[in-house]
């Protein structure tokens, strides 16, 4: 029997297929492997799968539940809405999946400082969070306009003693906070340890952000079963760096009769630079130490990007989404800001569930691809996180 294209990957270099493995200079792949092997190492041990799983269940609160948006379904007519509520998770997030996992491994590593990059703040929550747990000084970098949409996470982060640097520079958005983030680690790199906030990066952080987040697809297909006593027909995420969708995604690669999708940003349109349709509109390329698709200026540059979600604004993508997408498992397809708004609202008045602007956009596509199914489809939909940190922008925006 010939061996699925997605059993055993990375590989030993750190690649899916073409994309992937470390696209950095000699010196810092051997901090990368350093951390490499610690993880490969610790992954394995007892206590740590031990502590890891007690955190899991009575810090974060997991299992997260499958929630059925009856209310939803019925306004919209056609496939039945699920939704994983990673919402409801601590901090509000997917994000603290993985960032527990990074601050053990920071601790068992002996290091002095975590550094992180965040866009939407709920990375930079999640891994301030984890950091003030296991006693570790945190600092993470923010482009000044996310600052300035996501003021309920910057005060967050500063509760719980994070050091937050404001990055001014280029589109002052979430990659520009990767270069300022990515700078002050090389300045001490065998000290420091920088938590990467996605499946993004040189090789091992694409492979050790998915493992951490695979507990949301693990959950999600046992819990369907148990209750539906099948899978669903389709399984649908929110793209940017991907780690969300990732995490959901891994558990179904092997069930060809699930559909999956991966929803990008198509900002004010996809006819107009104001987009982040990576997978979409990009091509391959390299981008912070990875090879994968990229938007790219008329130079050869990353892109400036836009959406209305500062967690999906990235010009790269995760190498395995990359890999995925030219394998042709995952359909990745986008919604526009003015479609996330919709979602955001419709979601919030007839379910009474408030979503982040992120997870929104998995929830447009739900919301047009419901009624063009049969009402014995069924729409599982991962719920990445909740819009508290989005309430006072989308309702200037909107003025409500």
């Given at each position: 029997?010939?061996q699925?294209?997605?059993?055993?990957?990375?590989?030993?270099?750190?690649?899916?297929?073409?994309?992937?493995?470390?696209?950095?200079?000699?010196?810092?792949?051997?901090?990368?492997?350093?951390?490499?092997?610690?993880?490969?190492?610790?992954?394995?041990?007892?206590?740590?799968?031990?502590?890891?799983?007690?955190?899991?269940?009575?810090?974060?609160?997991?299992?997260?539940?499958?929630?059925?948006?009856?209310?939803?379904?019925?306004?919209?007519?056609?496939?039945?809405?699920?939704?994983?509520?990673?919402?409801?998770?601590?901090?509000?997030?997917?994000?603290i999946?993985h960032?527990?996992?990074?601050?053990?491994?920071?601790?068992?590593?002996?290091?002095?400082?975590?550094?992180?990059?965040?866009?939407?703040?709920?990375?930079?929550?999640?891994?301030?969070?984890a950091?003030?747990?296991v006693?570790?000084?945190?600092?993470?970098?923010?482009?000044?306009?996310?600052?300035?949409?996501?003021?309920?996470?910057?005060?967050?982060?500063?509760?719980l003693?994070?050091?937050?640097?404001?990055?001014?520079?280029?589109?002052?958005?979430?990659?520009d906070?990767?270069?300022?983030?990515?700078?002050?680690?090389?300045?001490?790199?065998?000290?420091?340890?920088?938590?990467?906030?996605?499946?993004?990066g040189?090789?091992?952080?694409?492979?050790?952000v998915?493992?951490?987040?695979?507990?949301?697809?693990?959950?999600?297909?046992?819990?369907?079963?148990?209750?539906?006593?099948?899978l669903?027909?389709?399984?649908?995420?929110?793209?940017?760096?991907?780690?969300?969708?990732?995490?959901?995604?891994?558990?179904?690669?092997?069930?060809?009769?699930?559909?999956?999708?991966?929803?990008e940003?198509?900002?004010?349109?996809?006819?107009?630079?104001?987009?982040?349709?990576?997978?979409?509109?990009?091509?391959p390329?390299?981008?912070?130490?990875?090879?994968?698709?990229?938007?790219?200026?008329?130079?050869?540059?990353?892109?400036?990007?836009?959406?209305?979600?500062?967690?999906?604004?990235?010009?790269?993508?995760?190498?395995?989404?990359?890999y995925l997408?030219?394998q042709?498992?995952?359909?990745?397809?986008?919604?526009?800001?003015?479609?996330?708004?919709?979602?955001?609202?419709?979601?919030?008045?007839?379910?009474?569930?408030?979503?982040?602007?992120?997870?929104?956009h998995?929830?447009?596509?739900a919301?047009?691809?419901?009624?063009?199914?049969?009402?014995?489809?069924?729409?599982?939909?991962?719920?990445?996180?909740?819009?508290?940190?989005?309430?006072?922008?989308?309702?200037?925006r909107?003025?409500?």
């Amino acid at each position: 029997m010939p061996q699925s294209p997605f059993a055993d990957l990375p590989d030993t270099t750190g690649h899916f297929g073409r994309f992937g493995g470390q696209r950095i200079p000699a010196e810092l792949k051997r901090v990368m492997d350093e951390i490499d092997a610690a993880y490969e190492e610790i992954r394995v041990r007892e206590d740590f799968r031990q502590e890891l799983a007690d955190l899991f269940a009575d810090y974060v609160g997991r299992p997260s539940p499958i929630f059925h948006a009856r209310r939803l379904s019925e306004q919209l007519g056609g496939a039945q809405i699920h939704l994983k509520r990673e919402d409801l998770n601590h901090t509000g997030a997917h994000k603290i999946n993985h960032c527990l996992g990074e601050a053990l491994l920071a601790k068992f590593m002996g290091k002095t400082k975590v550094i992180a990059e965040t866009g939407a703040g709920q990375h930079g929550v999640a891994l301030a969070t984890a950091c003030a747990l296991v006693g570790i000084p945190c600092e993470i970098h923010m482009g000044q306009v996310d600052i300035e949409k996501e003021h309920p996470n910057v005060t967050k982060m500063k509760i719980l003693g994070a050091d937050l640097v404001a990055v001014t520079r280029g589109t002052a958005t979430l990659k520009d906070a990767v270069d300022s983030a990515f700078e002050e680690y090389l300045k001490d790199p065998q000290q420091y340890i920088y938590a990467i906030g996605s499946v993004v990066g040189p090789h091992p952080f694409p492979k050790m952000v998915r493992d951490f987040q695979s507990i949301i697809g693990r959950e999600a297909r046992e819990q369907f079963q148990a209750r539906h006593g099948r899978l669903p027909d389709h399984v649908a995420a929110c793209v940017g760096g991907g780690s969300n969708a990732i995490g959901m995604f891994t558990a179904f690669l092997e069930d060809d009769e699930v559909r999956l999708v991966g929803i990008e940003p198509a900002g004010e349109g996809l006819d107009t630079p104001r987009h982040s349709a990576t997978l979409t509109l990009g091509k391959p390329g390299e981008i912070h130490g990875m090879a994968c698709y990229v938007l790219e200026d008329a130079e050869g540059q990353p892109m400036p990007v836009h959406s209305i979600a500062s967690g999906l604004d990235y010009p790269g993508v995760g190498p395995q989404h990359s890999y995925l997408k030219e394998q042709g498992r995952v359909d990745y397809v986008s919604a526009t800001d003015d479609e996330c708004l919709e979602a955001f609202l419709t979601l919030s008045r007839v379910e009474g569930i408030i979503p982040a602007l992120e997870s929104a956009h998995a929830v447009a596509w739900a919301m047009r691809t419901a009624p063009t199914l049969s009402a014995d489809q069924h729409i599982l939909v991962n719920l990445s996180g909740r819009g508290d940190k989005d309430a006072d922008y989308v309702a200037a925006r909107l003025g409500l």
